[in-house]
């Protein structure tokens, strides 16, 4: 069965822990041109969109999972929106929760809103929800 409104809800297991570092931060901020002080130094925190990177990785487990039908090279990352408790920081070990929370099928066109709980020492440090848009394959071809 292809991914439906029937699947909102559905909750992966958490992610190994991504270790935030000094080094990852700075290639982060290098790759923006942002020269921000704050993304230097021995208590660097991390741009608000370095977030993206640990989200994007949880994103495996819905393109992993053969009931759903869907396929990367037919996804396109359409919105992006985070919420933040605190920023991330050199020496997070961050653990990636990732929900489907809505799926909206127009056509062939799947829109997939997925949350992704960015969780540093038991607690949300980030809410990273993004929506993707996925082309259902053609059965013609």
């Known amino acids: 069965m292809p991914i439906s409104e029937e699947h909102a809800g559905r909750t992966y297991p958490p992610s190994a822990p991504y270790r935030v570092s000094a080094a990852k931060i700075a290639e982060f901020a290098a790759a923006l041109g942002d020269d921000n002080p704050a993304y230097a130094g021995d208590d660097a925190i991390a741009p ?3 977030a993206a990177v640990i989200a994007a990785q ?9 009931e759903l039908g869907l396929a990367l090279h037919r996804t396109m990352h359409a919105d992006q929106r985070f919420q933040f408790a605190r ?10 929760t990732l929900s489907i929370e809505r799926v909206r099928t127009r056509g062939n066109l799947d829109m997939v809103t997925v949350v992704v709980d960015l969780v540093v020492d038991g607690s949300t440090a980030c809410t990273a929800r ?8 053609d059965s013609n071809a």
């Open 48 to 50: 608000p969109t370095f």
């Open 58 to 66: 949880a994103w495996g487990a819905i393109f992993e999972d053969d």
């Open 87 to 96: 920023p991330l920081r050199d020496g997070d070990d961050v653990v990636a």
């Open 130 to 137: 993004s929506t993707l848009m996925h082309t259902q394959e």
